[in-house]
């Protein structure tokens, strides 16, 4: 190989691992993102389901007045 053909290659190399390193950055990003969502989703889940147990037992209690 010349040595123009070595640097291209090298210069190559070079670019692909910088590509890499910006990949590996950006994965870890994005599984932070993940996580931050998952989280969010997961109190989302339970606010939904303590305000679904208020609303059935404001129901429960409309039911009892009404037989009343």
Do not use: F
């Not at 890499?20 to 997961?42: H, P, S, T």
């Amino acid at each position: 190989m010349e040595q123009s053909e070595l640097q291209a290659l090298a210069d190559k190399l070079d670019r692909l691992i910088e590509r890499c390193k910006k990949l590996e950055q950006d994965n870890v990003a994005m599984r932070e993102l993940q996580d931050d969502w998952q989280r969010e989703r997961a109190q989302l889940i339970q606010k939904n389901d303590l305000a679904k147990n208020k609303i059935e037992a404001m129901i429960g209690r409309l039911r009892a007045l009404e037989q009343h």
